[in-house]
Structure formats: structure tokens, C-alpha cells
């Protein structure tokens, strides 16, 4: 994703900067709809010169508030620095404007890289490149199978229209700058490189950026075991934050499936910073990391971890397996002792607990009600059962299927359009008076 601007970064700023006092900045990548709520966590992380754009934010910070940012954003899958932008009408353009960044600031012989190319418009998956045979990265949307390999011809267009072929050049120019620069080249690793160089091209316009993280954000390291296609942990992360939930009354997820929604809840509540767990991220293998920085970024993390909810977290499910998953998965998250599971039909839940407080779900559809008039009395169960019984409460309804949220039967308050990979869902907000 690019900057707004064509602002050059082809320069690193904090090059030979100590890292306390050099502010670089960054693109905090998000699904389409929740860049506000990345773009509030980025505030309070210190961020600064904050700006929304579609599928991420950009921000200014210095080396803490990087390393903040990658251990504790809940919303963002991944943290980028952007280098240079520029015109690329053609490979010769691209392979002329990538060698003239000073790689060898970042890489010698003896690390390693990997390139991933993404073209806006097309529908081929991106692939992380360099060394033969390439492999598959981590699968897009409208992503498909390829030729494993990739020609070294360029394709018959003469733009750019083609991620491996790109990625391919992008790679090569690399090469063929540090061979000059250093008389020799690093290899290419594209399972755990030493410097992940993403590129997006759209408009003619290639922007290149360093990756911070590694895998993705979402990847928290608890889900053991899962039931359907259970929700992405930053998406979750996003639907509590944007709920409204303070973590000061009781929160019930009546179809919590393998438990995503209210673990990350539970997480939040815990302050928890989803990072912790990884051993290691990719911005610690820049030349410019600073593990004094780092360490005490980790220790204030730890040290603002709470040892109890204030207010008590409830998932119940129609499917003892699912309930099974959920559980598993609260413990290797460390929360199972701050959430309550039981296997109930949603139309035999009950107010978990006397106080009001607060419903967020993610309802069943697809493979576990395939017919459209079973859905329309599934939504109308859900209706009834909260009007009837759920009353002083509130309820935040994540809809994959818009039309059929009419069968509810409840009026709306808010609602805020998010995504579910390529799926236009809506989040619904309703009090139940």
C-alpha cells in the first residue's frame, strides 16, 4: 500500500541516527474498515502525523514507538517502512530506480532477503522471490495457483503487470548493487529472511518497503484448534474495540465458536500485548536495532499486564467440539481462567450473569445452516431469544449475510462496514430494551 505523496525514502533517515532520537515513518497495514481503530491504537501507542488511507494507516514515530507498535497493536497484520516510491511504467524503470537504493545499508553477503510483489487489479497470487524453485507466500485474496517456477523472460506486456516477474527484477536489481557495492551477494531465503522487501505497484507507481514483523500479526500463537472458518484475531480485535466494550461489565458471545472473539477480549482486558509470545520480529535484524530499546519496550509491556478482569467474560455454543477448540485455545492463550464456556443452543441462552451487560458475536452460517429459510428462522430465534430475555442489554452483531439481519427484528443504532477478507460484512450495534 503507498504513501499518498510521492515523498522519496530512498534515503534511510535513522541510518547512522541513534535510534532514540531518529523518527522514521510507517504504514500500519489493516483490513479495509477498521483503519480508524488501528489508526486509535497507534495514538496511544505515541504515534504522531497520523493518516488513514485504505487497508492501513501512516504514522511518525521513533524507535519506540516502532517497537510498541509491533508488540502491541491488536488490529494491524503487519508494520512496514517504506523507502522509496516511484514511477515504473516498465521492468527497465523498476530495475533502475530498486538499484539505486543504497541496499547495503540493510544487507551484506551474509544475510539474506526475499521480495513480495503485489499489483493492484490483478488477480495472481503475489510470490516471495528469489533462488529457484520460488515458493508461495502467504496466500492473498483472490489468490490462485501458479507455476512454482518463474521464466525469466519478461511477459509480452511491456508494463507491469506480472508480481513474480516483478518481484524477480526487484530482486535482481538488489543483487546486482550489492555485487557492485560489496563484491558479492546475499542469498535469498524466503522462509525466514533477514530483510522482507514488499512491493506494491498501482497507478504505474511502485512502492517499496521493508517489513517490521515477520508473519503476520494475527498469527498471536494460541489458536490450537479451530471449528469452521473462524474470524482473523485483528478482525476480532477490531469488533471489540469498535463494540464499545470498556472491559467494566459482563461480555457474552452466545455463539462463540473456537472462542476468538472473547479470548481477544479477555487479552485486552488483561492488556496483554498480542506480540509477547514471538520470539523474534524482523525490524530486531535491521542495522539499526537497538536492544536496550527493545528490552525495555518488553518490559513495560510485561509490566502493564493485569492479573484480573474487571468484569466477567462468557462463551457459550450449540457444538461440545467447538466449546472443546475454545477452551483449548483460552488456555494456551492465558486467559481459560477469565472465561466462563459451556455448550448451550443459542436458543436456551440466558443472561449469563445478573448484571447487563454487553452481547458480541459472530453468528453461524454457510456449512453449519446451508439453506437460506433455516438461516431466516435461525436469525428470528436470535431476535426473539434477546427481546425477550436479554433486556437493559447490548448487542453487536457481526453480519456476513446483510438481508438476512432483517429477520432479527431490531432496530440498529450503529453500524460500521467492515470486511472479512473479500467479504462486505456490517457490524450492528442494538440495545435491547
Not at 534515503?11 to 547512522?16: S, T, V
Not at 537504493?101 to 510483489?117: C, F, G, Q, S
Not at 515477520?214 to 482473523?232: D, N
Not at 440498529?412 to 462496514?417: C, G, I, Q, S, V
Request: with cysteine.
Amino acid at each position: 500500500m503507498p504513501p499518498n505523496s510521492s515523498r522519496d525514502f530512498e534515503k534511510p533517515k535513522n541510518a547512522y541516527v541513534p535510534a532514540a532520537e531518529a523518527v522514521d515513518r510507517y504504514v500500519a497495514i489493516s483490513a479495509r474498515g477498521i483503519e480508524p481503530v488501528t489508526a486509535a491504537e497507534l495514538r496511544h501507542l505515541g504515534a504522531t502525523d497520523l493518516t488513514e488511507v485504505i487497508g492501513g494507516v501512516q504514522f511518525s514515530g521513533n524507535q519506540s514507538v516502532l517497537y510498541r507498535a509491533c508488540l502491541e497493536l491488536r488490529t494491524a497484520s503487519r508494520v512496514v517502512k517504506p523507502l522509496k516510491e516511484f514511477a515504473a511504467v516498465n521492468p527497465e524503470m523498476l530495475y533502475s530506480q530498486v538499484r539505486r537504493i543504497p541496499w547495503e545499508i540493510y544487507l551484506d553477503e551474509r544475510k539474506t532477503l526475499a521480495v513480495y510483489a503485489t499489483i493492484q487489479g490483478t488477480a495472481g497470487r503475489s510470490k516471495e522471490v528469489g533462488g529457484q524453485p520460488v515458493k508461495t507466500g502467504p496466500a492473498k485474496r483472490n489468490a490462485g495457483r501458479g507455476d512454482p517456477r518463474i521464466e525469466r523472460s519478461a511477459p509480452k506486456s511491456q508494463g507491469i503487470n506480472h508480481s513474480q516477474y516483478a518481484a524477480l527484477k526487484i530482486k535482481d536489481a538488489i543483487v546486482d548493487r550489492l555485487r557492485q557495492e560489496l563484491g558479492a551477494r546475499p542469498n535469498v531465503d524466503t522462509i525466514n529472511p533477514d530483510l522482507r522487501i514488499h512491493a506494491f505497484f498501482a497507478g504505474g507507481r511502485c512502492t517499496l518497503s521493508i517489513d517490521a514483523i515477520g508473519a503476520s500479526l494475527h498469527e498471536r500463537g494460541y489458536r490450537q484448534q479451530t471449528t469452521g472458518a473462524p474470524l482473523k484475531e485483528t478482525l476480532a480485535a477490531a469488533i471489540v474495540d469498535l463494540s464499545g466494550w470498556n472491559g467494566l461489565i459482563p461480555l457474552y458471545d452466545p455463539m462463540c465458536g473456537s472462542g476468538t472473539l472473547v479470548i481477544e477480549a479477555a487479552r485486552k482486558a488483561l492488556r496483554m500485548a498480542p506480540g509477547l509470545h514471538r520470539e523474534r520480529f524482523a525490524c530486531q535484524r535491521w542495522p539499526d536495532h537497538d536492544p536496550q530499546i527493545w528490552q525495555a519496550t518488553v518490559d513495560a509491556a510485561k509490566s502493564n499486564i493485569r492479573t484480573n478482569v474487571a468484569a466477567p467474560i462468557f462463551g457459550s455454543d450449540s457444538d461440545p467440539a467447538a466449546i472443546r477448540a475454545a477452551k483449548a485455545n483460552a488456555l494456551a492463550a492465558g486467559v481459560a481462567p477469565f472465561i466462563q464456556f459451556e455448550v448451550r443452543r443459542i436458543e436456551d441462552s440466558v443472561p449469563p450473569t445478573a448484571e447487563k451487560g454487553m452481547i458480541i458475536t459472530n453468528p453461524p452460517y454457510g456449512e453449519r445452516l446451508s439453506k437460506d429459510t433455516e438461516l431466516e428462522r435461525f436469525y428470528e430465534s436470535i431476535g426473539a431469544v434477546w427481546k425477550e430475555r436479554f433486556q437493559g442489554w447490548t448487542a453487536c452483531f457481526f453480519a456476513g449475510n446483510l438481508g438476512l439481519t432483517r429477520s432479527l427484528g431490531l432496530e440498529a443504532t450503529a453500524r460500521y462496514k467492515l470486511y472479512n477478507g473479500p467479504l462486505d460484512c456490517r457490524l450492528l450495534k442494538f440495545p435491547l430494551n
